[in-house]
């Protein structure tokens, strides 16, 4: 009877615990066994007597719930995906991982009944893909998903329940509003059942009848759905500002300012917008832009990156790079949210000006979300772009033909007195271009050489506005700079030499510069010419004598003047008289001129030659000359008791000579 009771006390204990609705556990004893009752006719020797004990065991009622995620219902079927109403629904991205947890309740009457995982069905309710191959996974005690597969559930006695996943792989070709899950498939594996002994009270042991499992219909609707949200885009923009708002990503707190280029060229990088302007000088070859690519698509994503150029001149490249200086074509993997800050370097020659005068050169750099293209399932490239423009400089200075620039060799004539004082201007019209892609101030200088009879002269070269470049000067007021030229404008200006009057006869070559005091950018124009032209005379001398009658002997004094009256430099100047017929040679003497103040060098002489003989510094003669025979005078400038053409006369220098004769 003891054992009766302890037995009595476990089921009742193992009822109160599992409380579940399917009623008494398959296998079960429900015996019964009659008693009778009754005492002597005297009334004493009471006695009981037992019937023959009955049993009847309890037959199993296999029944079990699949529900998701702790639903109440599992959906409503449909035929592969059309039609069926999921139980459940998650919002996935492609290439994500679903997974789904189900809960397995024993409904039944069984105990330890276990549960095997059908191969599901997997389904698309929209024209896109299936999901990848479902795999069921256990759970742990935290009921959270583990990494280790499972075929099958429990052991579960009445009432209890256990959790598995089901866990795939959202197609990567997956587009928004894409349907698509897995149905999953549970079956209960029957298995045998040990029926209890019925012990009656008076002690008679039943067996129980022999109870059969038999497994009911597989759970066949437990659908799951990944509703598919696909945003394949990012953007491209300056340095730590991929949205270009002119703020630092991604606190958006930070106002951007400007940044120097990361090669180590002394270059400062402004942000306009979504675009970055460097301002190079003449002697910058390079200009490092950093610029971000920012992943704002929600899944990982890589950016292909490229360039395109417009503007630069020949020559130029255009290489990116990592922050390191590695060469790549793309971002690597992004994250969704996740920014990658990579170099654009571009290279160019010196002294380089824009292709097109004004126009500013500039890289577009474009990011391509590769999860948008075609073949990854994207709906077609999804592109960005951000401009990286280099400010080149350049002018051009030349020539101008009623404003229009004409590089060409200009050549003009002069003719100058040989004075020492005074000018005569020559002038050119000329023209200044800003060929560089920003506002630029150009200087303006002029340099000339000019030999004159003292050694050589530099002339001043002026410069005067002429706003209607029609080659005349507007005024005399003289300018040195352009003043702020806009990318791409003219202006016009009249370049005037002051050619010295004792300018010697020759060509001369004007040399131009404009130069930026800013960006050191400098045009020349070196083909302007002048050419004085040489005068003329025929340096006649004047003679005159102080008598108009005379008695023999009486004296006539001749006064002879000779120099050189042209704007040029003359040698082996020599002065002649002869004496007269019936007349005496008495004496001869001369000075030298210099009306223009040249000077002669130290040891300069006069010499006197007498009747073709030799040249001599004395003015006695050695053999008086008589009636036709030549008196000269000459100045020996190098001392070298010669005349020839070594002994040079500048412009205004001569012989004033005083020849007498007497009257025979």
Known sequence: MKTVRKTIALLAALSLASAYAAGT????????????????????????????????????????????????????????????????????????????????????NVTQD????????????????????????????SGNCTATAATTSGPLDPGQSATFCVVYTVPTSAKTGDK????????????????QSYTAPDGTVVPGAAVTETAPANDTDNWNQAQITRTDTGQVGPNLDADADGKVDPGNAVAVTSYQSPDGTPVTINYSGDSQNAQAISTTTSVTFLNTVKNNGNRADIFNL??????????????????????????????????????????????????SSGVAPTVTVTSTSQNSLPANGGAGAQTDTTTDIVNLPGVLFTDSVNGTPTPSAVSKTVTTTGATTGTTPVTFPMVVVNNGSTPDTFNLTGTVAVSIPTGNANPAVTYYADANCDGVADNTTALTSTGSLAAGAKSCFVASVAVPQNTLPGPYTVTQTATSPTTGTTSTDADDKFTVATTQNLYTPTKTVDKNTAAPGATLTYTITGSNTNNSNITKYILSDTVPTNTSFVSVTASMLDANNYGFPAGAKLMYRFNGGTWQPSATPTTVPTAGQKVEVAIDVNNDNTIDTNDILKPGQGISETFKVTVN
């Open 180 to 195: 698509l899950g897995t149905n999953a498939i549970v079956a209960l594996t029957p298995h045998t059942i040990t029926s």
């Open 25 to 108: 556990t398959a296998g079960a004893a429900i015996g019964n066994q009659a008693t009778a009752s009754f005492s002597d006719a005297s009334g004493t020797n009471p006695t009981t007597v037992y019937s023959n004990a009955v049993v009847t065991t309890v037959s199993a009622v296999p029944s079990f719930t699949v529900l998701l995620n702790n639903q109440n219902s599992s959906g409503t079927p449909g035929t592969n995906g059309a039609g069926l109403t999921p139980a459940g629904t998650a919002s996935l991205v492609p290439g994500q991982q679903a997974s789904f947890k189900y809960t397995i309740t024993n409904t039944g």
């Open 114 to 141: 276990t549960y095997s995982f059908v191969t599901q069905t997997t389904y698309s309710a929209t024209s896109g893909a299936a999901p990848t191959t479902p795999v069921y996974y256990t759970t742990d005690s």
């Open 306 to 355: 490229s360039t395109a150029t417009a503007g630069f001149p020949t020559g130029t490249t255009v290489t990116i790079t990592d922050t390191s200086g590695t060469t790549i074509a793309n971002t690597g993997s992004l994250a969704a949210g996740a920014e990658y800050t990579f170099r654009v370097k571009v290279t160019f020659p010196a002294n380089s000006a824009p292709a």
